[in-house]
């Protein structure tokens, strides 16, 4: 089984920051993705950050210029670095991790809440 565990978000005002972070543990013998995903009351979760094993990556156009996504492969972790946030940010966001034990498989965190005040 693969665990992933959240931290780092909460309530900033707007034009903020906050970073999050998602370690993987577990019997895990191979990353693939690691991605970031937010989903808002009432709306559909959507992909907010993507990055691959050899580090390319993937915006949502609604974070482009302000999000960052980086990965540290030794420790399994991905973050996300979020600058000049807005209101309309506001969310829970998940880490979503394809990983490999026996087979491989898609593994959520348990979502953490950022919130946003105009």
């Known amino acids: 089984q693969v665990q992933l565990v959240e931290s780092g978000g909460g309530l900033v005002q707007a034009g903020g920051s906050l970073r999050l972070s998602c370690a993987a543990s577990?019997?895990?013998?191979?990353?693939?993705?690691m991605n970031w995903y937010r989903q808002a009351p009432g709306k559909q979760r959507e992909l907010v950050a993507y990055t691959s094993t050899g580090g390319s990556t993937t915006y949502a156009d609604s974070v482009k210029g302000r999000f960052t996504i980086s990965r540290d492969n030794a420790k399994n972790t991905v973050f996300l670095q979020m600058n000049s946030l807005r209101p309309e940010d506001t969310a829970v966001y998940y880490c979503n991790v394809h990983a490999r034990t026996t087979y491989w498989n898609d593994y959520w965190g348990q979502g953490t809440q950022v919130t946003v005040s105009s």
């Open positions: 577990g019997s895990i013998t191979s990353i693939n993705t």
